[in-house]
């Protein structure tokens, strides 16, 4: 079974920093890795998806990578807004999502 | 909006009644998820379909719990006889089986069981 771990639970930055999230997972075997964001009471919101074959998505300021050697993957937020303030989640899979807990994010403006 | 909608948005009940809840999702879209999330842990899978077939479900889907997705459109979630350990988000979530499989997710029906 897939384990999904998210480190840190939360983090909390002033406007402007860079924020670094990190995901690993105990199954080398994944298959695409997919990063969400998810605003209090609402549904998740796909930011990236990382092909098995691939080593990074970028879209705008995010990036994400994928080392599935050693089972880590890791989303930047460049320049972060108060606007992204939101809950991060992770979930490697195959043709079903396995997530971790999720690092909610505070920026403080 | 992802284009993946679910009814009823919040649903509160009192334990031992049956609820059931709908998902519509992206039409194109042949594959359709059920996950259930609880306050603070990331959603877990129940249940999912290609097309009209269920293919797999999860443990934690208990007799108590049963899908539907019959033609292959929307999707039916109904829980019977509710506790109040139902009580969490159910989220629906559907994809176009291609090599990304990137699942889109709808804004999800939170049950409350009193």
């Known amino acids: 079974k897939q384990e999904v771990t998210q480190i840190p639970a939360a983090l909390s930055v002033p406007e402007g920093e860079n924020l670094v999230l990190n995901c690993s997972f105990t199954d080398s075997a994944i298959y695409n890795l997919q990063w969400f964001r998810q605003d209090p009471g609402k549904g998740l919101t796909s930011l990236l998806l990382i092909q098995s074959s691939q080593r990074e998505q970028t879209s705008g300021r995010l990036n994400a990578s994928l080392d599935k050697s050693s089972g880590r993957s890791t989303l930047y937020i460049a320049a972060s807004q108060p606007g992204d303030s939101a809950t991060y989640l992770c979930?490697?899979?195959?043709?079903?999502?396995?997530f971790g807990a999720g690092t909610t994010v505070t920026v403080r403006a | 909006d992802t284009g993946v909608s679910q009814d009823p948005r919040h649903k509160i009940t009192k334990r031992g009644q049956n609820v059931t809840f709908r998902c519509d999702p992206i039409s194109e879209h042949n594959r359709l998820y059920w996950y259930r999330q609880t306050l603070g842990q990331g959603p877990e899978f129940l249940t999912y379909f290609q097309n009209e077939a269920q293919l797999e479900k999860s443990r934690l889907l208990s007799d108590r719990f049963s899908a539907e997705r019959p033609k292959g459109s929307f999707s039916t979630l109904e829980i019977q006889r509710t506790e109040q350990g139902d009580s969490a988000m159910y989220l629906c979530a559907s994809s176009f089986r291609t090599s990304d499989n990137e699942q889109f997710f709808g804004p999800g029906t939170r049950l409350t069981v009193l």
């Open positions: 979930a490697g899979r195959d043709y079903k999502l396995s």
